[in-house]
């Protein structure tokens, strides 16, 4: 299962980590420099999901992003049986 979001497409990135020393000039030094570059990866923050996709509950992964945006429709937590009717 790929590490994507069902909604937004948003996937994997890779960057950059940059590690710097010294201090920035604003604060009274000489200025930050790079000391070293190291590959890496952003994740998406994914979380599985119940939510309701034409009218059925599917369960997907889905950004955070997506889910505070309220993009995903969730589904009621509990379905409730119809009262029935006593006849006296």
């Known amino acids: 299962m790929p590490r994507v979001c069902a909604i937004s497409g948003k996937r ?5 980590q940059y590690t710097r020393r010294g201090k920035a000039k604003y604060l009274g030094g000489v200025g930050r420099k790079v000391t070293g570059k ?3 990866t952003f ?7 119940r ?6 509950v599917v369960r ?3 950004s955070a992003k997506c889910i505070s945006k ?5 589904p009621l937590k509990r379905t409730y049986k119809p009262e029935v009717e006593v006849a006296k």
Do not use: F
């Open 12 to 16: 994997t990135a890779s960057g950059r």
């Open 70 to 74: 309220g993009m995903v429709q969730k």
């Open 51 to 56: 939510a309701l996709v034409d009218g059925k």
């Open 38 to 40: 190291t590959k890496r």
């Open 60 to 62: 997907m992964l889905v």
């Open 43 to 49: 994740k998406p923050n994914l979380h599985k999901v």
